[in-house]
């Protein structure tokens, strides 16, 4: 079974970036697309982006499109979330999970401990 396991975040001012990684072990990430979730303070988690397996499909919740970017390493087994512009309402724990091709819908009910993302007014 896949565990998957997010790093990279931090505090950072707003208009800042910062660049979130999903590490897969246990086993390769397979033909599997995967997706970055967030869940803000008080709030329930919600889709951010989604990348298939080939990378050829991607999708971004409108509220990150033109500032965060998916991509995927295969050589590293790794699944990175470029973030630019941050902006407050973009504070939240962020979470890597599997999805079915570029689902907004998480194909797994197991979470890592995610990385918390921090954007300073």
């Known amino acids: 079974q896949v565990r998957l396991v997010e790093s990279g975040g931090g505090l950072v001012q707003v208009g800042g970036s910062l660049r979130l990684s999903c590490a897969a072990s246990?086993?390769?990430?397979?033909?599997?697309?995967t997706g970055w979730f967030r869940q803000a303070p008080g709030k329930e988690r919600e889709f951010v982006a989604a990348?298939?397996?080939?990378?050829?499909?991607?999708a971004y919740v409108d509220s990150v499109k033109g500032r965060f970017t998916i991509s995927r390493d295969y050589a590293k087994n790794m699944v990175y979330l470029q973030m630019n512009s941050l902006k407050p309402e973009d504070t939240a724990v962020y979470y890597c999970?599997?999805?079915?091709?570029?689902?907004?819908?998480?194909?797994?009910?197991?979470w890592g401990q995610g990385t918390a993302v921090t954007v300073s007014s």
């Open positions: 999970n599997l999805v079915r091709g570029t689902s907004r819908t998480p194909a797994t009910d197991a």
């Open positions: 990348i298939s397996w080939s990378g050829r499909s991607i």
């Open positions: 246990g086993r390769p990430f397979s033909s599997d697309g």
